[in-house]
């Protein structure tokens, strides 16, 4: 059976789920996306990405032409119709087809589009050994140019990280801001234990406000672990006792080795191994 795709309402066989090439999503990454995980056929924390989805989309003045509602539906149903319990999910709404030029004006229907899927970001061992990260020449965006809080088609900044990283051996890379201090990675947010707290860039350092990121908070507090959102330069997480990333496609994912530095004690810590297992109980048998 082929997988089906969610657009504007309808599902089509993958092969057939298409836009046109005119779409500003395509010829400007003009839309915005989330990546949303299910787990035991339950959408996890849908309410928040559906915010952040509309946060996005009114900040680069886009209407998405659906209630929250519908679309909550919309995902439920590909959902179904692809018998995925445990998968992942992307949302996106482009800005729709228009005229060369970029001109969001001169565009019309934007497209809704929900992709469910499996991912696997990393292979199971390193969430027993642990990643090792570089820190990459490429800055995040500057938050006055293009705020980092907008998750936007447009990732090329991450995209260039990416390459970078991969480019000195490392599956993930370690992005600074303007000022020089830790922001996040290409795709998750960076948190480090020290003392037996965890500390994490605030998201003034020009970061996307990470939903796992919140959930790891969250979890942290639960464990009467505390947790500062303070600036971090790269020597913080040289000296760190444990360092972990967090987003939805790595969940929470140990990081054992930065710039060849190793942290800590070189494989995955208690902290980072006991927010690991409360998030699964959270996940998985929630
Ligand atoms: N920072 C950036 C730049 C991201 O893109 C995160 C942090 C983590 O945020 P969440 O809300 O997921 O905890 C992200 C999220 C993918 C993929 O396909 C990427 C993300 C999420 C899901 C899938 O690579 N990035």
């Given at each position: 059976m082929a997988l089906k795709v969610y657009i504007n309402g309808q599902l089509y066989d993958k092969q057939d789920a298409k836009i046109s090439v005119y779409d500003h999503g395509l010829l400007y990454g003009d839309g915005v996306f989330e990546g949303i995980r299910s787990y035991g056929g339950r959408v996890f924390r849908l309410e928040q990405h559906l915010e952040r989805l509309?946060?996005?989309a009114r900040a680069i003045r886009l209407e998405i032409p659906l209630t929250r509602q519908a679309v909550s539906e919309a995902i439920y149903q590909t959902l179904r119709a692809n018998q995925i319990e445990d998968g992942y999910i992307r949302l996106v709404v482009t800005r729709g087809a228009g005229t060369l030029g970029l001109d969001p004006n001169r565009t019309s229907d934007p497209q809704v589009i929900i992709i469910t899927d499996h991912i696997a970001l990393y292979p199971r061992e390193l969430y027993e050994r642990g990643l090792e990260l570089v820190t990459v020449a490429?800055?995040?965006?500057?938050?006055?140019?293009?705020?980092p809080r907008i998750k936007s088609l447009n990732y090329l900044n991450n995209i260039l990280a990416k390459l970078e990283g991969l480019?000195?051996?490392c599956s993930e890379a370690l992005m600074l801001n303007f000022?020089?201090?830790?922001?996040?990675c290409t795709g998750d947010n960076i948190f480090l234990v020290r003392g037996g707290a965890l500390y994490t860039p605030p998201l003034d350092?020009?970061?996307?406000?990470?939903?796992?990121r919140g959930v790891v908070i969250e979890l942290a507090a639960e464990a009467g672990i505390s947790v500062h959102e303070v600036p971090l330069l790269r020597h913080d997480v040289y000296v760190a006792e444990e360092c972990f990333l967090t987003g939805t496609a790595a969940e929470?994912?140990?990081v054992v080795k930065v710039d060849q530095r190793t942290?800590?004690?070189?494989?995955p810590g208690p902290v980072t191994r006991s927010l690991m297992e409360r998030f699964h109980q959270l996940t998985r048998s929630g």
């Open positions: 509309w946060e996005s490429t800055l995040r965006n500057h938050p006055a140019a293009l705020s480019q000195a051996g000022k020089g201090e830790v922001a996040e350092a020009g970061i996307l406000a990470g939903i796992t929470i994912i140990p942290i800590g004690s070189g494989s």
